[in-house]
């Protein structure tokens, strides 16, 4: 590959991006433009320990430092810097810098792992106590209101606020989750493994209310003081957070010719996360792939590991193209909720699942996720040891049969 | 060259097994079992593989 190498988004798949771009041996100019001024961290402890009550301060999710980047990686970086657009006719990626001042970058190759931002509720940017939770800042944010005592009120019952109510009722704080959805989680796990996580919040104290809807906030001075809903009551907080989902970064690529989905704005790319346009690729939470392990299903994911995985495929494929390989991966996320950690390996997405632990009559949860006669998903709760081994049954398209003869039931 | 976990670190969240089966595996009380802490050569690769695919970097390789 002629030219510069550049990551266009600084957190995980990007920072992996870079370090697979430099041991592939590319010796060339590797530039990574970051929106946030932190240099790349790690997000899943936003949610988990990063809320913990001190007195000691939290672990620093940076991942490396600047030294180790700039000495290690040889990165010119560009944090605090936006991509604005990229055309392909020049490839050029027009930028704007910190003090927002319009520069540009020519390319060789491209990985795009903006990621996603969360979704917030209409028109409450401006009141104090109401937070999404994405970023290092977010966090501070949180535990800071968190350190305060606050009446905490988390709006959707999804994995990431149901870490954060998790986190403060370790700290003894009253917590409500509201959820639009009669059960939680449903799109992501299915409606029983739903209810046996939703479980978790009414067995550690919190007030887990499903199939509310909230129709506004209610504010004194600037501050919020509580979620109002349909049925006319106000739930009183002094923190509101909101995880309700996330939505891709990709409005600077409107007119750039890269594929955009027509559902959520994310990149539409081909199975090697390759977007259609010379050189250039997507990676991580970005990025909607046909996955070869599930018969070519389109999906995006906004796990950890995917965008640790990608990061790494983009860039070996953009630096060597004739030989691109799929993003064939069984995909894989955790949720740590109170004392327990929730696995989930493969596609929720099934023709029939098996509750596995309610058949056997055991106590923790685990059930089996079947398509056509291969198995294709777990869920777990608590049993770390079993996990992995489904995973692995997954990637080498074990059968049905097979995976309840492992479970014990047939 | 030596595996070295980093116990601390380590939650038991599995990435290293599913690179790595034959060298790692989590237990049922979520703690790590290294299966061969010295890996022979044939073994680098998938060893380096589950150093970097572990979510808490609790895994390093010595050399001896």
Known sequence: MDGRFVVVGGSLAGLRALQAARKSGFAGPLTLVGGEIHLPYDRPPLSKEYLRAGPEEPEDPTYRTKEELLGELDVDLRLGTRATGLDAQRRVIPLSDEGGRATELDYGAVVIATGAKARTLPDTEKLAGVHTLRTLDDAIAIRAALDTGARTVVVGAGFIGSEVASSARKRGLPVTVLEALPVPLVRSVGEQMGRACAELHRAHGTDLRCGVKVTGLTSADGKVTGVSLDDGTTVPADLVVVGTGVAPCTEWLAGSGVTLHERDGGIVCDETLYTGLPGVYAAGDVAHFPNPLFGGLMMRLEHWTNAAEQGLLAARNALNPAEAKPAASVPYFWSDWYDSRIQFVGVPQAEEIRVVSEELGEEKFLALYRRGDRVTGCISIDRPTQIMKYRRMIMQSKSWAEALEFAGVS | ?64
């Open chain 2, 1 to 64: 060259m030596r595996i070295v976990v980093d116990r601390d670190r380590c939650t038991g969240l599995g990435m290293c097994e599913a690179e790595a089966p034959d060298l790692f595996e989590v237990q049922d009380d979520g703690t790590l079992k290294l299966l061969n802490d010295r890996p022979g050569a044939p073994d680098r690769e998938s060893a380096e593989s589950a150093v970097l695919a572990c979510p808490t970097e609790a895994l390093s390789l010595v050399e001896d």
